[in-house]
């Protein structure tokens, strides 16, 4: 028996298209290369046998990981070249959006340092809820060897970067009261927000001004905004938007040199631990836009 017609292909794979692409996210940190993914699966939907497919969900998933599979190698390759610290293309979600991704910066960058193997073997498992069974179909291993990939996966997850919860209300505060005392320079009340061991990443991507390494410690991470401060008062940083940064409360800003970027913040008991900065154009496209 035919498949069904493309219309009816369609009406399927619309309402996954934005799960898909968040799937496809996750595993290459870049939207652009996502939405080619995802476009590329629904040409391979349209040539499947859709009547014997039980979980079109689940079977499309399975279907972007592989693709992301493939272009993770280039995607790799491109990052061992990359100038600077790297950075995850930034997803801003209003302050009162309701659709919060639970997959945050931090362990989207924990998943970073997985192979591509182990990498699929936890998002397929851990956050989309597959069977062994099928993320060996999918990755092209035993159930045995994914049990274990999805298990050092795991390991790794936890140790390089635990996660912290924060109410979103509470969150944005820091985010606001930071933005406040960072462009105002008021380093008392920055102090205040930083924990001791707090680290600054910063991504210009070789294309704008950024730390080329990060930044480690509450004194080393002072000095950088004691000299951010100072620009500032020269040519002010406007705050565009409030609101959450792939998962953590940040903000989107102009800065006085004219380059529309996002700061996202890790909190952890109630001070911030984690500042991450996009500088790079090329990945603030869409933002810009908003």
């Given at each position: 028996m035919s498949a069904p017609g493309p219309d009816t292909a369609a009406a399927v794979f619309d309402p996954l298209r934005p799960r898909l692409v968040r799937a496809a996210y996750r595993m290459l940190g870049s939207v652009a290369d996502a939405e080619d993914i995802v476009q590329e699966a629904f040409i391979r939907w349209l040539g499947t046998d859709r009547g014997a497919v039980r979980d079109p969900a689940g079977f499309l998933i399975r279907v972007v990981t592989r693709l992301s599979l493939d272009l993770i190698k280039s995607a790799h390759r491109r990052r061992e070249t990359y100038v600077g610290p790297w950075l995850p293309?930034?997803?801003?979600?209003?302050?009162?959006?309701?659709?919060?991704?639970?997959?945050?910066?931090?362990?989207?960058?924990?998943l970073e340092r997985l192979s591509p193997l182990e990498r699929a073997a936890f998002l397929l498992h851990d956050v989309f809820g597959q069977s062994f069974a099928e993320i060996a179909e999918a990755i092209g291993r035993?159930?045995?060897?994914?049990?274990?990939?999805?298990?050092?996966?795991?390991?790794?997850?936890?140790?390089?970067?635990?996660?912290?919860?924060?109410?979103?209300?509470?969150?944005?505060?820091?985010?606001q009261a930071f933005f406040t005392a960072s462009r105002q320079g008021d380093m008392g009340a920055l102090r205040s927000l930083l924990a001791a061991d707090v680290v600054l990443q910063a991504d210009g991507g070789g294309k704008r001004p950024a730390a080329m390494v990060p930044i480690e410690g509450l004194e080393a991470v002072m000095a950088v905004h004691e000299r951010i401060a100072a620009v500032v008062a020269a040519g002010g940083s406007k705050l565009l938007r409030l609101g959450l940064v792939?998962?953590?409360?940040?903000?989107?800003?102009?800065?006085p040199d004219g380059v529309v970027q996002t700061t996202a913040l890790e909190v952890a008991n109630g001070r911030i631990v984690g500042i991450y900065v996009v500088r790079n154009p090329d990945k603030l496209e869409r933002v810009a836009s908003i």
């Open positions: 293309e930034p997803i801003v979600e209003a302050e009162d959006a309701a659709d919060v991704d639970d997959v945050t910066l931090p362990l989207l960058l924990a035993d159930e045995t060897a994914c049990r274990q990939l999805a298990s050092r996966a795991r390991t790794h997850v936890r140790t390089e970067r635990p996660r912290f919860d924060v109410p979103r209300e509470h969150g944005l505060e820091i985010a792939n998962g953590l409360p940040g903000f989107v800003t102009m800065e």
